[in-house]
């Protein structure tokens, strides 16, 4: 079965600290996606990558960055945690090329507290 | 800009229903559809996908539509069990719109025993 993985359910921060959010696909997709979901507001694109060393701005990426130095692994930081931070957050992947199935596939997300 | 709106924002109905979750958007050049299922704190998972040429998907007790000129989808759930309880959102994908996702608002839905 596919998967995408986000290496951790649960995450407390305390504000000020520099936060790695990972995430890795094993379906040799193309592109990744991070979200943010809060009540209220729904799911909130903060970036995207179409390929290895390739990023792209979403919605709201102010107070985060990205890497994606392998085409499995699309990593979220957040430079400097703030409380408005606290999120869940959603990564996802997809394929660009039709017959693979090209929907999106979430991981099971990260709930980041920040205090 | 692509909006989409999901009514009901919540729904209660007995188990044993049959129930519609209904999805519009406003830019019909859409590349795809997606219907989602959100548990609480938890992931989405992908419960319907319908291309931009096709009319419906089923899967087992899930019928999804599309009706791109009227901007429309709507899900189907035959039979609803209390395991049916949760978020389910709808997401579109547009031709040209660099393969992401605009998501719907979402439906709650509560299947009572």
């Known amino acids: 079965d596919v998967k995408v993985t986000q290496s951790s359910r649960y995450l407390v921060k305390r504000t000020g600290e520099k936060v790695f959010l990972e995430c890795v696909q094993d379906m040799d997709h193309e592109n990744m996606f991070w979200y943010r979901q809060d009540p209220g507001l729904g799911l909130r694109l903060i970036y995207f990558?179409?390929?290895?060393?390739?990023?792209e701005k979403g919605d709201i990426p102010e107070g985060y960055s990205v890497s994606r130095e392998k085409k499995e692994r699309f990593s979220l930081i957040l430079e400097s945690a703030s409380t408005n931070q606290t999120s869940m957050y959603l990564c996802?992947?997809?394929?660009?090329?039709?017959?693979?199935?090209?929907?999106?596939?979430f991981g099971s997300g990260t709930r980041l507290t920040v205090v | 800009k692509q909006e989409v709106t999901q009514i009901p924002a919540a729904l209660s109905v007995p188990e044993g229903e049959n129930l519609v979750l209904n999805c519009s958007f406003t830019d019909s050049a859409i590349y795809n559809l997606q219907w989602f299922r959100q548990d609480p704190g938890k992931g989405l998972t992908s419960l319907l996908l319908i291309q931009s040429s096709q009319r419906e998907q089923t899967s087992g007790r899930l019928n999804a539509s599309l009706d791109k000129s009227s901007g429309r989808s709507t899900l189907y759930i035959a039979a609803s069990q209390p395991g049916d309880s949760a978020t389910y959102l709808c997401a579109v994908r547009l031709t040209g719109g660099g393969n992401k996702l605009t998501f719907g608002t979402g439906t709650q839905l509560k299947v009572e025993l």
């Open positions: 990558s179409y390929d290895v060393k390739m990023k």
């Open positions: 996802a992947s997809s394929s660009l090329r039709r017959g693979l199935g090209d929907g999106y596939t």
